[in-house]
């Protein structure tokens, strides 16, 4: 940090401190050459968006990352490479357009597994079983019947007309 007094480089710290809400630093600092003090903050500043780990590390939001893990669920399945290109962008946007720079993992396996699960069921199953990271079977059949009873669900025919007919 240069001096604002003189501009020589050597300054050092003499006193740290966090704010309330721990968002930036303040550091009380004092040149080597000409004994000015004077206070600097510090705030996290991103150039990105960061997605924060389950594991709690932080790592920056990869396009391509995402691309890859969908590609691998929709392999071999009639799913567009456009509308894989589609649901990156749509993935992305929503991401980015929330008021925070960091999100979690879990938050956009969540986004891509509502989109997946919409677009091809084979492509949400394999996406959930890693992404949700199933230890037993058990799990994975829960997640699988829950598929088929929705589809069940969407295709069972509509109740008949209690109305009479007319004689």
């Not at 050597?10 to 550091?27: F, K, L, Q």
């Amino acid at each position: 940090m240069n001096c604002p007094d003189c501009g020589h480089e050597r300054t050092r710290v003499i006193d740290t401190e966090s704010s309330g809400d721990g968002s930036s630093v303040r550091r009380r600092r004092e040149c080597q050459r000409c004994s000015f003090r004077f206070t600097t903050y510090e705030r996290p500043e991103w150039d990105s968006l960061q997605v924060k780990k389950r594991d709690g590390t932080i790592e920056p939001f990869d396009r391509a990352k995402l691309r890859a893990g969908i590609d691998r669920a929709v392999e071999k399945r009639d799913v567009s490479a456009t509308a894989v290109a589609e649901l990156v962008d749509e993935i992305e946007a929503t991401v980015q357009g929330r008021d925070t720079q960091i999100v979690s993992s879990t938050f956009v396996g969540e986004l891509v597994s509502e989109r997946l699960r919409e677009i091809d069921k084979v492509a949400y199953i394999r996406f959930v079983s890693v992404y949700k990271a199933f230890s037993e079977p058990e799990e994975f059949l829960r997640e699988l019947d829950a598929v088929l009873d929705a589809e069940v669900d969407d295709f069972e025919p509509a109740a008949p007309d209690d109305d009479p007919p007319n004689s």
